[in-house]
Nanobody, 117 residues
Framework: QVQLVESGGGLVQAGGSLRLSCAAS????????ISWYRQAPGKEREMVAT???????NYTDSVKGRFTIFRDNARNTVDLQMNSLKPEDTAIYYC???????????WGQGTQVTVSS
């Protein structure tokens, strides 16, 4: 059973930065498709950023140029560096991982990010 654990959320002022980390046991973070999603109150969960096993990345338009998803091989995590944060980035952020041969999604418990204006 794959377990994902997110960390790094918190309260930050607009314009600030946060770095989220997704940790897991086993190899899924290095061989799977890893995504960060977020869900704001009253809104549907949306994909924020994705990294493939070949390290190709994809971002939702609203975070392009501000967020970066990457693998930290030394820590065995997939991180989301978030810069120039805006109040509209406030949400619970979830890590999602899928092995490419099953595409079964695994989810973490989420970490709260709150950006004050």
């Amino acid at each position: 059973q794959v377990q994902l654990v997110e960390s790094g959320g918190g309260l930050v002022q607009a314009g600030g930065s946060l770095r989220l980390s997704c940790a897991a046991s086993g190899s899924i973070l290095s061989v799977g498709i890893i995504s960060w999603y977020r869900q704001a109150p009253g809104k549907e969960r949306e994909m924020v950023a994705t990294i493939t096993p070949g390290s190709s990345t994809n971002y939702t338009d609203s975070v392009k140029g501000r967020f970066t998803i990457f693998r930290d091989n030394a820590r065995n995590t997939v991180d989301l560096q978030m810069n120039s944060l805006k109040p509209e980035d406030t949400a619970i952020y979830y890590c999602n991982a899928k092995f490419i041969w099953t595409m079964t999604p695994y989810w973490g418990q989420g970490t709260q990010v709150t950006v004050s204006s």
